[in-house]
């Protein structure tokens, strides 16, 4: 089945400063490869995601990039902000008729200092 | 979000009793999950449904059971509780092939003693 490795599993940052999360995967059969952020006790929530058609994604200060080639992925967080501290879990599946397992990496926990 | 309601939303249980989560959800959704998250290990499937006749083992679903009584509800069932399942539990519903994101309750925290 599939393999999601995320690193680093803590990040601290300066406010201000970019942050950047990396997956590998291991199906090359995933095509799809969402991003999720879990504030303190709270549930996750998706915050961007990507399929294997595309290279890159940005929405406002996050941007995922794929390398399919390489396997792996990346969550980029430019200009943190406090709020921005979280743990944030990648994941990879893929899409098919009859439905997706997503399956999540370990998580990384950032923390934004002000 | 109250479209995807888990309960209890804590508990405490000793070991060797039998303990049920429960999950419900309003979005209409086929696809149901269970996960479970520990400290550095992520969310790990449990179980997961894409239908109400249609159970499907996760990747960690030894000493976990589940029932899918409607489309809107889908439960987990722990036989005989042990100490290693006490962590967060998390239910989450998807759509329909064209759709991609899940969404997920609020959680259950679940001690085992």
């Known amino acids: 089945g599939e393999n999601v490795e995320q690193h680093p599993s803590t990040l601290s940052v300066q406010e201000g400063d970019s942050a950047v999360i990396k997956c590998t995967y291991s199906?090359?059969?995933?095509?799809?490869f969402p991003w999720y952020k879990q504030e303190l006790g709270k549930r996750p929530q998706l915050i961007i995601d990507?399929?294997?058609?595309?290279g890159e994604k940005k929405d406002q200060r996050i941007a995922v990039t794929l390398n399919k080639t390489a396997k792996h992925f990346s969550l980029h967080i430019t200009e943190t902000q406090p709020e921005d501290s979280a743990v944030y879990f990648c994941?990879?599946?893929?899409?098919?008729?009859?439905?997706?397992?997503?399956?999540f990496g370990g998580g990384t926990r950032v923390l934004v200092k002000p | 979000d109250a479209d995807v309601t888990q309960t209890p939303r804590n508990r405490i249980t000793k070991t060797g009793k039998r303990i049920m989560l429960e999950c419900s959800q309003t979005?209409?959704?086929?696809?149901m999950y269970w996960y479970r998250q520990d400290p550095g290990l992520g969310l790990r499937l449990i179980y997961y449904?894409?239908?109400?006749?249609?159970?499907n083992k996760g990747e960690i679903s030894d000493g976990y059971s589940v029932s899918r009584q409607a489309q809107a509800k889908f439960s987990l069932s722990l036989e005989s509780a042990i100490p290693n399942q006490t962590a967060l539990y998390f239910c989450?519903?998807?759509?329909?092939?064209?759709?991609?994101?899940?969404?997920f309750g609020q959680g259950t925290r679940l001690t085992v003693v």
């Open positions: 994941a990879a599946s893929i899409i098919k008729a009859a439905g997706n397992k997503l399956t």
């Open positions: 199906d090359s059969a995933s095509n799809y």
């Open positions: 990507i399929r294997s058609n595309v």
């Open positions: 979005k209409g959704h086929d696809r």
């Open positions: 449904s894409f239908d109400v006749k249609d159970i």
């Open positions: 989450a519903t998807k759509s329909d092939d064209r759709g991609t994101e899940a969404f």
